[in-house]
């Protein structure tokens, strides 16, 4: 756990189960992804440490719905009132309250009979809904600087964001993970669709790259993409 600082704006906050990232970009603070439900504090904690106050938090981009990138949205959004950016889908699940669905029929009937029908709660599914500001999608570029890009197979939402700037810098999610070496995310929705994500990454230009989960790669990053994934 805490701050890895990236490039002169920024920054790697480690929580206990994912990074997310504190952006300052035309002087506004922006947050990738927020960490689960409760880290809140934690997270303040890690801002407060890099010098910037967490109520000034202005957009909150997120890439995917999974609860360790979303539980804390809405504390955190009550909190600064920032803007929050979603694809659209993910978006609509969150509004519900919902972090994770199954994607096929016996899955599906699993969930059902294991919490009743949706009465029993669990924390990787059900997190506090959050309306977003902003529908986000491939080839978006938000905020004049974060080029949004589709990155299903972890999860069938998921986009990743390519900052311009500074040589470039992919904010990779979870569509790979660098925990042990650089790989696929141990966690797939469709393996063969993560593959394929990660090659037509592997094609941009990038000379950093951080992860959800694991270390960030600070030079060469597509160079090394390109040999792992292409
Ligand atoms: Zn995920």
Known sequence: MGVIQISDHVYQ?????VNVFLLEL???LVLIDVG??????LLYQLI?????????????????????????L????????????????DASLVSKGIAW????????????????????????????PVTADEFIESGTILLNELLVITAPGHWKNQVVLLMQSDGGLLFAADSAENISGLKLSSENQDRRIASSSLKKLSALDFSKAVFSHG????????EIFRKTFG
Do not use: W
Not at 36 to 41: D, H
Not at 74 to 89: E, F, G, L, P
């Open 74 to 89: 809405s504390a955190i959004k009550k909190d600064t009132n920032a803007r929050v950016y979603m694809q659209a889908d």
């Open 48 to 72: 407060c440490e890099t010098g910037r106050d967490p109520l000034k938090i202005a957009h909150i981009v997120i890439t995917h719905a999974h609860y360790d990138h979303t539980g804390a």
């Open 13 to 17: 906050l480690e929580l206990p189960l």
């Open 26 to 28: 035309n002087q506004e």
């Open 215 to 222: 270390k960030p790669i600070i030079s060469s990053a597509s």
């Open 36 to 41: 689960p439900y409760k880290s809140k504090r």
């Open 101 to 128: 669905q199954p994607t096929n029929a016996i899955a599906s009937f699993l969930m059902t009979t294991f919490t009743l029908g949706g009465k029993i709660k669990f924390p990787f599914i059900n997190i506090k």
